[in-house]
């Protein structure tokens, strides 16, 4: 009875490591095959890989990221090249800080033609130091074909900041340099609302505000609080003046015609003849004093 036991645990015993070596030789292959299809990343390798990355700019390494990705797996890879496609097509389309910085960049290099490219039909800009808006394209035209040919050769427009509200409204912070060298009393800021016109944004509306040679400080408040006070007393010429207050100046500027200018603009004529007068001197004697100086030099 002890010996029959012991021949049946042995067949089973010989059953069971049988089996064992059976699966081994089963899936032992396979291990080694996709070992040697796909071996494990050594820490040379990663370190070269981290180095690369390192020295390519982030959209090539998000970009060979993404490849890698792709080749591990195939199902996903149509997933993430839809959106890739998606993003571009989003980054490609135009902003409002691209465009009016393209807008400024006609500017300084006095390219008319280029420029109207980015004016609507029914421009409308508000420049803080006129009386009387540009409205349409052929005025918006002409008052930047008269800016170009004032700001000469050398002028240029620089951008301090540029903030975008959405993707149609824009503000800028510039002023104006000379050779590099910031002109005083030319900071300005510009606020902007563009419209899709095909596939390009058109500046619709514009506001220019420029600084002020002039810096009255305190006097302004004084000015503040004497107007306020007459508005409050009189709340219906109040009314009146601030919904026409070009009409006001119209007629200020009329009486100044009429009575005023004939006295002044002969003493005004005058003394700017004295200034041509003595700005052409002031060059003459610049110009003797570098010939000298370099006659010295030699």
Known sequence: MEGSLFL????????VNFSAQALRQRTFPRAMADLALNPLPSQTSRRLELKRTKKQPNGVAIKKQEQNKLTYNCGVSSVMSSSN????????QPSAAETIKDFYMCINEKNLKGLEGYISEACYIEDCSFYNPFNGKREVIHFFYLLMGSMGQNVKFIIEHICEGDSFTAGVNWHLEWKQTQIPFTRGCSFYECSEEGEILVIKKARIIIESPLKPGGVVLVLLKNVTTIFDEFPQVAEWFLKSPNVILQWLLKIYAIFVAPLINPLLAGYVRIGKFMAGLFALAIKIVVYISRIFSR
Do not use: H
């Open 85 to 92: 496609s998606d993003i571009e097509s989003i980054l490609g």
């Open 8 to 15: 049946v645990l042995k067949v089973m015993a010989i059953a």
